[in-house]
């Protein structure tokens, strides 16, 4: 874990992205799904680094022991959903 130290606030996560959106957008492809913990700061830091706009959110909450997904308006709108494992 050390080792990987030294590479923090480098913006490689930046740079690889960069590679990636202009890979992706020369196919066509317009929008992305970013999955990250509500609590990585670092990660939607570089998102906000980069400008992406937020269209909405989804999770699940946990309730006394159930998993209760959620999406707003507009995640509904694209199709994205979140299923609960069973088993």
């Known amino acids: 874990m050390k080792l990987l130290r030294c590479y923090r606030r480098k913006r490689i ?21 970013r999955y990250m913990e509500i609590s990585n700061f670092a990660s939607i830091g570089v998102a906000d680094f980069l400008g992406r706009r937020k269209i909405g959110y989804a999770g699940y909450a946990k309730w ?14 694209i199709g994205a959903e979140l299923f609960v494992r069973r088993g």
């Open 13 to 33: 996560h930046v740079a690889i992205t960069g590679f990636a959106d202009a890979y992706l957008l020369a196919r066509g492809h317009g929008f992305e799904v």
């Open 64 to 77: 006394f022991g159930h998993c209760i997904p959620f999406r707003t308006p507009a995640v509904r709108k």
